[in-house]
């Protein structure tokens, strides 16, 4: 009888990646003439980003330059959940999170898309954060990993554990 196959779909952030494009971000508006002078700033305050600056386009422009840095260090921007621009004092801020796991609503969605559109004999198993996917035949599982890849979610997925 042939053992069952199967791989962990995550979402997780190298928060290592998070750091240096903070750090770059960071270094970047200390340098630029364009932000001289206007309190720009971006720093960890706990498990959220804050970004500072006196105005609301130049607290956006932050904004941008740390998502630039973000992608160039390979992290997904789904992962990334800012708010809006928020006057406090004379200062404008953005506060911001890094998301990590699937939220249960979602899982579903995708344990839905899965049974709904993947091979007859995949089953999917939300356990936590994440989900398993398992099946007797590796080509379903690859079969399966396509169908997500092709999928636009609002948050970001990577596949581990494939075995």
Known sequence: MASESSFDIVSKVDRQEVDNALNQTAREISQRFDFKNTGAAIAWSGEKIELRADAEGRVLAVLDVFKDKLVKRGVSLKALDAGEPQLSG????????????????????????IRDEGPKGVKAQIQGDELRVSSKSKDDLQAVMTLLKGQDFDFAIQFTNYR
């Open 90 to 113: 004379k200062v404008y801020k953005i506060s911001a999170t890094v998301a990590e796991g699937i939220s249960q609503d979602n899982a579903k969605k995708v344990s839905k898309l």
